[in-house]
């Protein structure tokens, strides 16, 4: 479970986010949705310990990830925006690393980069460079390495960017996959279609604050639209659908 509470932080006099509060538990898919430059990212930086906010708090599993980063971070996976690979390391050598980050050694880290591989379809690409993949296998090499120590919670950060619509289809299989695991997933987007087709709960930022947040009926309810895009206009805007 990931839990934010009262969440702020200022660039340069400049606020990124404002008292954003909400939670994504166990289990469900939880979607926060927002135009570029409403607050997502930083929000998720926050909560994965890559940047430390003015107040507020952000916890993992009941661990408190500005107090212990690092105990955060080993329960979670993480697939940040930008999505580089070592090009000349091949999609295996890719997650291995990653999984020596973690402290995994041996037979235990051939087995579940295995399992990886094999899970997200990756054994034609396993054992090429990375240089020239095309931007799906990107993503599923990206997401073995989040992956591979097995965390309980998972990260996303506008994990659809770049990608094509079998990609796309494909990463929401697998984000379902997720689910069905009991895993707590959290993902960032400015696509409402994406949001609707995928979350149990759907939290609403614009302007570096929550404005809105529940399932997509609760929302719809609130505001009185009938669509998801007019949701997001009613609650970003404050107006009338």
Do not use: W
């Not at 930086?45 to 430390?52: E, F, T």
């Not at 930008?82 to 041996?106: D, K, V, W």
């Not at 079998?166 to 009991?182: D, K, W």
């Amino acid at each position: 479970m990931i839990e934010v509470t009262g969440l702020r932080k200022t660039f340069g006099g400049v606020v990124a986010v404002e008292d954003v509060t909400f939670s994504a538990p166990d289990g469900r898919i939880t979607g926060l949705l927002g135009p570029n430059g409403a607050g997502k990212t930083t929000t998720l930086r926050v909560v994965s310990g890559m940047l430390q906010p003015d107040r507020g708090e952000a916890r993992i599993d009941d661990v408190d990830v500005l107090a212990d980063p690092s105990a955060g971070r080993a329960r979670l996976g993480l697939l940040p925006d930008a999505r580089g690979l070592y090009p000349r390391l091949t999609a295996r050598e890719n997650i291995r690393y990653y999984g020596e980050l973690y402290g995994l050694r041996g037979k235990a880290l051939g087995k579940r980069i295995d399992e990886l591989i094999e899970m997200l379809e990756l054994g034609h690409v396993a054992d090429r460079a990375a240089t020239g993949f095309s931007q799906g296998e990107r993503m599923k090499v990206a997401i073995a390495r989040a992956l591979v120590h097995d965390p309980p919670n998972v990260i996303l950060d506008e994990p659809t960017n770049g990608l094509d619509v079998m990609s796309i289809r494909s990463l929401r299989a697998f984000l379902v996959r997720l689910r069905e695991e009991g895993r707590c997933v959290l993902f960032s987007s400015h696509v409402m279609q994406e949001v609707s087709a995928l979350c149990d709960a759907i939290v609403i930022i614009a302007k570096g604050q929550v404005v809105a947040s529940g399932t997509e009926e609760e929302l719809k309810v609130q505001t009185g639209a009938e669509t998801m895009e007019d949701v997001f206009v009613a609650a970003a805007t404050e107006e009338a659908p």
